[in-house]
């Protein structure tokens, strides 16, 4: 039968270049759905540093220098599983929950730029 999901990536307003604090958080991430009780989530990167998904890197736009982004530590500890759909592994949630994007590892110096996030959201029927 169909299912239902609504996925929305919010931008944290306000961000700026230069030093940021470790742990930044720059988006969040909205998963709603009436049907579904869980949703798997990964970054989409050509460089994914953990077998989750949940910790990337980002290249900016213009000039292509990276930052490390990922799920915040709070958001990971509200995950109810890793569950592994065609070969790769994906942590999962509750549905309409909110999780944070930020800015992972050590405090980073990030370059004005344009950094795009991208995810693959999977809706889960336990």
Do not use: C, H
């Amino acid at each position: 039968s169909p299912q239902d999901l609504t996925v929305s990536l919010i931008p944290v307003s306000g961000l700026k270049a230069g030093k940021n604090a470790p742990s930044a958080k720059i988006a969040k991430l909205v998963v709603n759905s009436t049907t579904l009780k869980e949703f798997g989530v990964r970054g989409i990167s050509n460089n994914v540093v953990d077998s989750t998904g949940t910790a990337w890197r980002v290249a900016g736009k213009n000039t292509g220098k990276e930052i490390g982004v990922g799920l915040s530590s709070d958001s990971l500890r509200r995950s109810d599983s890793t569950e592994k759909w065609n070969g790769v592994n994906w942590m999962t949630f509750n549905s309409n929950d909110t999780l944070d994007i930020v800015l992972t590892g050590p405090a980073q110096n990030v370059t004005a730029d344009t950094y795009p996030i991208t995810l693959d959201v999977v809706g889960y029927q336990p």
